[in-house]
């Protein structure tokens, strides 16, 4: 955007389309909370449904035990629930 400074939304969604991120690497890069980004993602989620792109998420997944059959993959699980452990990977997101 020439002259107008992007919304954090918009350079996530920049940083996401060229290099694939979990949210506690974006909540780092931009200073904000990880609830934050995964609201921020959520809302791309819909966003792009007009356009030709979409939000692909790479599951969470447990280190323990490799379960990665989580109901909701955009939020970060506790722990496991196959094997309880608390040892779970951050899904992984980006725009194609």
């Not at 290099?19 to 506690?24: A, F, M, T």
């Not at 998420?57 to 955009?74: H, K, Q, V």
């Not at 699980?77 to 196959?82: A, G, K, L, M």
């Amino acid at each position: 955007m020439q002259g107008e400074r992007e919304t954090t939304r918009q350079q996530i969604a920049a940083r996401i389309r060229n290099d694939p991120s979990p949210p506690g690497v974006l909540a780092s890069e931009f200073a904000i909370p990880c609830s934050v980004v995964l609201s921020h993602v959520e809302h791309l989620a819909q966003s792009l449904r007009s356009t030709d792109e979409q939000l692909l998420a790479a599951p969470p997944e447990c280190r323990e035990c490799g379960f990665s059959e989580f109901d909701d993959i955009i939020n970060r699980p506790s722990r496991c629930p196959n094997c309880k452990s608390e040892n779970v990977d951050e899904p992984v997101f980006t725009i194609d």
